[in-house]
DNA sequence: TCTACTATTGATCAATCGATCAATAAGTTG
DNA sequence: CAACTTATTGATCGATTGATCAATAGTAGA
């Protein structure tokens, strides 16, 4: 006979109560995926009623839209942090694929993968995903630029070669989340192995980005 | 006032209905995906009612996991029957990234997205992403093998290429599905850089593959 | 202290989903 | 033609989902 514990929320100011929201859809997410992110379960989480959650948000495909855009967009932003400090742009290219292949993000993988098919029905999700794809695409078209423009990489459309460069990372990604547990996809070598194509686009040395 | 026009349907052999069901089954995850493969979409497309789908399939989790099979199975034995006839390993593997990312299969690549999210609440689905998968890879090693061998690829790892090239074109394909109208992604041209980059992993001089 | 505002809730709806089961009727067999 | 098998159905259940709305109860300002 355990009746629900929560007596009646905090009163709290609308930008407190906003932000509360917007956190909890963002763990869902991240734990569990987008699909989870329902009215409920939000709801539950900050243990509030689920109306609430409706009357901060216009809808559901807005709350998954936007929540799918500020994690996606933090990825971006640490990886640019990570990055940073680096001198050339060989080693933030090296730096760039190691920290995208080493597993420890398959949860934003999970994100991803699931807006690309969510997005064909929810609209607002689908050009979220447009957005966040267009300022990995520049923050990659950067590095490469700058690679050129330094003559480590020789390429004569940069901007192509840095869509096939998330193509990659991405679809690689994918698989890795199907697969995680199997050592025949070698894991740990998968930087190395891209690493290869890649200086095979960029007209690099064999090595030259793997290496030290 | 229209009542529903089915008034019963004609008695027929279980193995006709029940291809008739994996059919429509099919036929409902190429034209909307594997989410729309439901007891009522399907039942409704071969006109039947949606209690006639449960009492042939064991539950909806098993044919979905099948109708994924049955349409990636069919996808891969269409491009090694497309392939059989090129005479050298390199022109099979140009051609093979030409049928694969020309934009024709956008139907399969949504199949494709949708199974690596749902496989994740659907473990009949999971395994069978995971058979496929190496179908795809063992297919994708024998053309890399069969080019070593020749003397016409250079790898000491043909294996990990193998999954590099499916990833490659898997994640090309999927960035496609959502920027598919995008004249920057350069849709025509996906191919040939692509090839560019396989070209960098196999030790082929540059343009071998995409050129003639 | 009293009043106005509004954050919060419970109740409730309509859709959609997978699944079950007794009843019906179309064939098949004797 | 009668008896039997079984393909097919309608009805129905329980879960989930997003969404709406009147009622309630904190809180700030007069």
């Given at each position: 006979?355990?009746?629900?514990?929560?007596?009646?929320?905090?009163?709290?100011?609308?930008?407190?109560?906003?932000?509360?929201?917007?956190?909890?859809?963002?763990?869902?997410?991240?734990?569990?995926?987008?699909?989870?992110?329902?009215?409920?379960?939000?709801?539950?989480?900050?243990?509030?009623?689920?109306?609430?959650?409706?009357?901060?948000?216009?809808?559901?495909?807005?709350?998954?839209?936007?929540?799918?855009?500020?994690?996606?967009?933090?990825?971006?932003?640490?990886?640019?942090?990570?990055?940073?400090?680096?001198?050339?742009?060989?080693?933030?290219?090296?730096?760039?694929?190691?920290?995208?292949?080493?597993?420890?993000?398959?949860?934003?993988?999970?994100?991803?993968?699931?807006?690309?098919?969510?997005?064909?029905?929810?609209?607002?999700?689908?050009?979220?995903?447009?957005?966040?794809?267009?300022?990995?695409?520049?923050?990659?078209?950067?590095?490469?630029e700058s690679?050129?423009?330094?003559?480590?990489?020789?390429?004569?459309?940069?901007?192509?070669?840095?869509?096939?460069?998330?193509?990659?990372?991405?679809?690689?990604?994918?698989?890795?989340?199907?697969?995680?547990?199997?050592?025949?996809?070698?894991?740990?070598?998968?930087?190395?192995?891209?690493?290869?194509?890649?200086?095979?686009?960029?007209?690099?040395a064999r090595?030259?980005?793997?290496?030290?």
């Amino acid at each position: 006979m355990s009746r629900p514990v929560r007596k009646k929320a905090a009163r709290k100011t609308p930008a407190e109560r906003s932000a509360e929201i917007t956190d909890a859809a963002r763990d869902v997410a991240l734990e569990q995926g987008l699909y989870a992110v329902t009215l409920r379960s939000v709801a539950a989480r900050i243990d509030v009623a689920p109306a609430l959650v409706a009357h901060y948000e216009p809808n559901m495909d807005a709350l998954i839209a936007s929540t799918f855009g500020t994690v996606v967009a933090t990825e971006l932003a640490e990886v640019a942090a990570l990055l940073a400090p680096l001198p050339t742009p060989r080693e933030r290219l090296a730096q760039l694929l190691d920290t995208l292949l080493d597993g420890t993000r398959a949860d934003v993988t999970v994100i991803w993968v699931e807006a690309w098919a969510m997005g064909r029905r929810n609209e607002a999700l689908a050009q979220r995903v447009r957005d966040e794809m267009d300022d990995w695409h520049a923050f990659l078209l950067g590095i490469v630029e700058s690679g050129v423009a330094a003559g480590e990489f020789e390429t004569d459309d940069a901007a192509s070669v840095a869509w096939q460069l998330l193509g990659m990372i991405d679809g690689l990604n994918a698989h890795a989340l199907v697969r995680w547990a199997d050592s025949s996809s070698d894991l740990g070598d998968r930087g190395a192995r891209l690493g290869q194509a890649v200086e095979g686009m960029l007209g690099i040395a064999r090595g030259a980005l793997t290496g030290p």
